[in-house]
C-alpha cells in the first residue's frame, strides 16, 4: 500500500505497523490514518520536572480531594511522555479555534475537548522527544471527530486536522497505601488526575441524619409553635459546629 506525503504529494510505502513516518523526500513528520496522511506536530515542554510537584499539590490542595492530601501524599518522581491528541480547526463565533481530543485511551479526566496551549508548534521527527515515550495514537480521526462533534454539534466545520504530541508530566503519588495516577501539562501546568481520594460522604449523611432526628423529636415534644422556633435555633448551634468540624476534617 503506497500513500502521498500531506506536504509535497510524493509517494511513500510505508511498513505494514507504521502509523507515525517520515517523507523520504520533504522530511515533514506525518501520521498515517486509514489511507491518508496527516501532519504529525509537537510542542516542546515549558515546565521542568522540578516545578511539576508545586503543581500537582496545588491540585491535591484545593477543594474536591481530602484535606491536607498536599501535605500528606508521597509524590513519585514525574515522568515525561508525549501524549496523543487530535486537534481539529474548527470556525467558532467568526474565528478560528483548536479544539483537542485524545488519540490514545486514558484513564486521565479532562483530556477530552481541550484547548490547544499557548506555544509553538513544530513537526516532529525523530529524537525530538528526546528518550521520553511517544505514544502511538489508536484513536482514528474519524472517531475524535465523533466526539468533537458531540460536543459541538453535528455541523461543526472541521478546518484543519493534526496529530499533536503533547508533553505531558506522569506524577503518581500514594496516599493511605494506595496510589493514585495523575498528569501535569507540561507547557501549561494543569492537572488531570485520574481518581484520587475524594472528600468522603458519608460524614455529611450523618450530621445530616442527626439534624434531621433532632429537629424531629423537637417538633414532637414541643407544641407551643413560638417555643418550637426558639428551641429549633438554640439545636441548631450545635448542629451547624458539628457540619463545619465535618468540613474541616475530611
Ligand atoms: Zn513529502
Redo the contacts with the bound molecule.
Sequence with gaps: MSVS?T??G?SIEPRADERLLE?P??S?ALVLDGSATLFHEMMVPTIAAEQVPAHLRRFLGGGSTVADLDRKAHLDEPRLEYFPFWAFTIMEDGGERVVLEPAAPSSLQGLQGLELPAGRTRTMTEGDSAGAPVIEPEVPADTAREWLQSRFGMDVAVRRTVLYHLPLYRTPYSYLGRTYQAAVDAISGKVFPADFPSKAESPFVLVAVLALVVFGVEGLIVSNPLVKVVVYLISAVPILGIAWMTSRKV
Design positions: 506525503c506536504q509535497c510524493a517523507c523526500f520533504c515533514t
